[in-house]
């Protein structure tokens, strides 16, 4: 029992070190699926904010925001995906509550880019936030109370934090199979190792390798009363005004008392998704923004065409390399803020 107690414990050892090499010295994403369990994984922020630019919101910001373009770009700073599917606004404001209160000021980054839609700041969600129940389940410190609204961290008391502890610990598999396939992968070929293709299912982006969806499939979905898009295209900003300035201004107040740079961008929407909102109550939404962040704010609405896109709300590789060129430019001070209004491409 304990030879077998004592080989299990250095098999994890091992893996775990194999799993820290590959996230720190390859800047390998390990969770797949699970992307926002990395926040559980300290390595991946403890003494690790100087220097960085860390991307922050929904799957829209995971997949058109691309880290190697970032990187060029700024060249003394190495940029971070934090951002994770079906995420809200609820999400990010606890993610930026853990970051300081478990990690500290060390894993503050230089710079936030934070990539928002009316769905994610709308916190819209038809199914049972997974970021939520992540934290719930795995977290050793916090539980998320979410009988006050906006919800907040919560204490986990002695044993929630041992019982999370041991579930995090069984959960490694994914995150450890994926480092062994990231190191074999090195050992094979290590000179394409900066290649994004050869690193498909190691980067941050799920969809662009996929086959991208047909303009029949793309309308069908948008006008399915069971998804989420009736509610979003529904929604009114006005109405909700004080709750999402509340909000916000949670981020903004993070990102003023660790001297961190905030940047925040409406991330682009496919012509079907902007044919579907009310006009007014659209402009109502991008004028809260505008009220929170001013000069900080970029609304990239209209940059793409139908054809960038990969599905609905995703962009395609190239598609990404230009909503990433141009947030880069923003944060870079190379562009002019953009006014509530969108700005684009295309009138």
Known sequence: ???????????????????????VRQNEYLWGQEEYLQLFTPTNYTGRGRGRILICGPSEAREDLLTDVFDRRFPGLHTYQSAHGAATLHDVTLQLAYMERV???????????????????????????????????YSPYYRVDDSVDPPRLAPKSVWESLVARARLLLHQQPRYRAALDGAWRALRHPERMRDYSYRAGLTPAKYHFKKQ???????????????????THSWDASAHRGEVIREMTQVRDYARRNGVRLYVVNMPEISWNRRL???????????????????????????????????????????????????????????????????????
């Not at 995703?314 to 700005?343: K, Q």
Request: proline residues 7%; glycine residues 8%.
């Open 213 to 231: 969806w047909s303009a029949k499939m793309r309308q069908t979905r948008f006008l399915e009363p069971a998804s989420h898009w009736p509610k």
């Open 103 to 137: 990690y500290g000021p060390s894993a503050a980054p230089d710079i936030l880019v934070l990539g928002v839609s009316p769905r994610f700041v709308a916190n819209i969600s038809l199914v049972a936030p997974p970021f939520i129940e992540g934290m719930n389940k």
């Open 277 to 347: 909102f009310d006009p007014e109550r659209y402009q109502h939404y991008l004028g809260v923004l505008h009220e929170v962040f001013g000069d900080q704010f970029l609304d990239l609405r209209t940059l793409l065409h139908d054809e960038e896109f990969q599905d609905l709300v995703h962009a395609t590789l190239a598609g990404s390399r230009m909503v990433s060129e141009r947030v880069a430019g923003f944060v870079a001070g190379g562009l002019e803020p953009a006014p509530a209004v969108a700005s684009s491409r295309r009138p």
């Open 1 to 23: 029992m304990g030879c077998g107690l004592a080989a299990l414990f250095t098999v994890h050892a091992l893996m775990e070190s194999l799993a820290r090499w590959a996230e």
